[in-house]
């Protein structure tokens, strides 16, 4: 199923998920609530989920998705016409 998924699919996952884990054990490790823990005085679940991991992220990763394996198989074709 997974075989011949380009190397940069792989990379996208290891940062989508490497940083859910990084605040996933962030809220673990917090003694009180992460509530209660501002950023710019909004509570900071809402900073990092809302704004981070579903606008900053997702955008940086389906960019990453397209444009590599894009200019990777640009690069291919140019190879092989010389």
Not at 16 to 29: H, P, Q, R
Not at 50 to 72: G, R
């Amino acid at each position: 199923m997974f075989k011949g998924m380009h190397p940069v699919f792989w990379v996208g996952l290891a940062i989508m998920y490497g940083l859910t884990a990084i605040f996933m054990l962030w809220e673990i490790n917090t003694p009180q609530s992460t509530f209660q823990v501002k950023m710019l005085g909004v509570p900071a679940p809402f900073v990092y989920h809302a704004v981070f991991m579903l606008l900053i992220v997702s955008l940086f990763l389906s960019w990453l998705w397209y444009y590599v394996p894009e200019q990777i198989t640009k690069k291919r074709e140019q190879e092989r016409r010389s």
